[in-house]
């Protein structure tokens, strides 16, 4: 397929079998950096027994009864919610106490075995330099240091959450864990240029800012013709989809996940806002996981469903001070670390 860059006019020809067909996706011109859009989409055909008649506004109207019960119902399945691996939350309460060091992490570490051999795993990665050289927990945190290993704790607990595959949103078996981990790299990446301060927290948050998709994925599954005929005029994004059939968006029903497994509002608020950053009130973490994600997004990784039916903020690059340029070598430094870590995991 050609296409033309609109800024540069540069012209490219894009192989068929790479096009995500039915799908509207952008990417950076590798010229100029300016977003080229394509629109792959068709209005689809109606769903069997459904009037031929019937518009996107038919049927947001159909579902809009039905929309606060089900919100209900969402909220109410929190509950069965699975737990969020213990070491990891006392982990987290141990990196935030500053009266707290090594020994203690190891001890909490070392009553997860599971956990603590994946720590061990990506400690010993080329990745670090340090292949086959790292013997326990304790040395892992002497010669990688406190917040490397809490960064390796966060990734060994959240893998067993964001992991598997996702039927509604057309994720297959880790490709969310593959965009999560690019997703966090990018942040990190991000917050040391904008406010180093941010970093470890901006890494969290990117590995799990979509477990909200864990939470609507059935509810999706259930009610893809809903979300076709919203989408098919190519008007409306995927969050809008969410918020008119299912009366949540991924990023808030994620927040109220936070709340169950005692996430820190440092991080429900950016998970949260991740995709809406000007709602969040100037809050820094949820530009920068906005940016990242949009990165992960725009390259391909973890895209299902809805794929590139999300719009980037267009004021977050000036907020966060980043230039097209810089774009191409974090979104290209964060998938590189990304693949480093999961080879270990």
């Known amino acids: 397929m050609k296409t033309e860059c609109a800024s540069c006019k540069k012209k490219y020809d894009i192989p068929e079998e790479r096009l995500p067909r039915g799908k509207k996706f952008s990417f950076l011109c590798p010229s100029c950096k300016h977003p080229i859009e394509i629109d792959l989409r068709i209005t689809p055909a109606p769903a069997k027994g459904m ?26 399945s929190l509950k069965d919610l699975p737990p969020m691996p213990q070491v990891l939350m006392k982990a987290r309460e141990i990196m935030d106490n500053p009266n707290s060091g090594f020994p203690e992490l190891s001890r909490v570490l070392e009553t997860d075995q599971a956990i603590a051999a994946k720590v061990l795993r990506m400690a010993n990665s080329p990745y670090y330099g340090l292949s086959g050289k790292v013997s326990s927990i304790q040395h892992a945190s002497v010669v990688l240091g406190f917040k490397t290993v809490g960064e390796l704790v966060t990734m060994a607990g959240s893998s067993s959450v964001v992991g598997n595959a996702l039927e509604g949103y057309e994720l297959e078996a880790g490709a969310l864990w593959s965009h999560s981990m690019a997703v966090a790299f990018g942040s990190r990446i991000i917050a040391k240029k904008k406010k180093p301060e941010l970093a470890n927290d901006a890494f969290s948050a990117g590995l799990i800012h979509d477990a909200g998709k864990l939470i609507l994925d059935k509810h999706v599954a259930q009610r893809k013709p809903a979300f076709e005929a919203i989408l098919g005029d190519g008007e409306k994004t995927f969050l809008d989809a969410e918020k008119e059939i299912l009366g949540f968006d991924h990023g ?94």
């Open 51 to 76: 009037s031929p008649s019937i518009t996107p506004e038919a049927v947001q109207a159909s579902e809009s009864a039905e929309s606060t019960a089900l919100r209900q119902k969402i909220l109410k």
């Open 252 to 345: 808030q029903i994620a927040a109220e996940a936070c709340k169950k497994w005692n996430i820190p509002a440092t991080l429900a608020i950016p998970i949260q806002y991740h995709h809406d950053p000007d709602q969040s009130n100037g809050n820094v973490l949820s530009y920068i996981l906005h940016v990242s994600d949009s990165l992960a997004l725009m390259s391909g990784i973890g895209t299902g469903i809805d794929g590139m039916l999300y719009r980037m903020d267009e004021k977050a690059l000036g907020f966060l001070g980043l230039t097209a340029e810089d774009l191409d070598a974090i979104i290209g430094e964060a998938v590189e670390s990304a693949e480093h870590m999961q080879k270990d995991l």
